[in-house]
């Protein structure tokens, strides 16, 4: 894994209204890059350490200007997505440490991927389907994406493009608040249907706590094997993690 780097200062360089609880933020930063893998997680604070710090999903692929992209869902009393949300401005600099976690691809793997997303977990799916894109690998490989409703659907048309330009790529999205063209429904009643045999799939899910734990049990269901099932697990105001990793 690449080294942790501390408090590393970045720029914002833009902020955009993605959903209506969505903002998608992209940070440059002003001196090295931090080095990461597609599905890791970084903490982001204010220069002024007034603001708690919190962790958020790189949403994109390591790319040469070190840019990280941001996916911050907006929550009721939350200070740090508060602050992202409605005081943050572009050419403002901001803290970043990182990068953690293991939610990351297995370079010597062939086999045929799931990514499984709800919500802002769309990021470190994205940054891991970007790579896989880019790079060819794995031959096969599906984004299934839950929405509420049409306007919660993130990265359509980049995900065409991609559908486009990689045909072992595709991209699905479901509803589950609104009618539309079908899938309909929450992923996990899905799956049997769609994705009735996992056996030889690498499945990666992320999302709120409850829709990883449905995933993860409904991928089961349908024959993903131990060791396989990679999950990542969003909650309302994501913290680093301080406590004694559990066994």
Excluded: K
């Excluded at 009735?196 to 993903?224: K, M, Q």
């Amino acid at each position: 894994m690449p080294p942790v780097e501390e408090d590393v200062e970045h720029v914002v360089v833009s902020i955009a209204q993605r959903t209506p609880a969505i903002v998608e933020v992209v940070l440059e930063p002003t001196a090295e890059p931090i080095d990461f893998e597609p599905g890791q997680y970084v903490l982001l604070g204010d220069s002024d350490y007034r603001v708690p710090v919190r962790s958020f999903s790189v949403a994109n692929a390591a790319r040469a200007s070190g840019e990280l992209t941001l996916l911050v869902t907006e929550v009721a009393g939350g200070e740090t997505s508060g602050w992202v949300h409605h005081r943050l401005r572009t050419g403002d600099r901001v803290l970043v440490s990182g990068p953690y976690g293991t939610f990351t691809a297995d370079p010597g793997s062939a086999a045929p991927v799931l990514y499984l997303a709800g919500g802002s977990g769309l990021a470190p799916v994205r940054a891991l389907a970007e790579a896989a894109v880019a790079s060819g690998r794995p031959p096969q490989a599906t984004l299934f994406f839950s929405a509420r409703t049409e306007a919660d659907v993130i990265d359509r048309a980049l995900f065409a493009r991609w559908e486009d330009e990689r045909p072992g790529f595709r991209f699905v999205r479901t509803l589950t608040r609104e009618q539309g063209e079908p899938p309909l429904g929450r992923i996990p009643a899905l799956l049997p249907e769609l994705f009735p045999d996992l056996a030889g799939h690498e499945v990666y899910v992320a999302g709120a706590p409850g829709f990883v734990d449905a995933c993860a049990a409904a991928t089961r269901a349908c024959g993903v094997r131990p060791g396989h099932l990679h999950t990542e697990a969003f909650f309302e105001e994501p913290q680093p993690w301080r406590g004694t990793v559990p066994a």
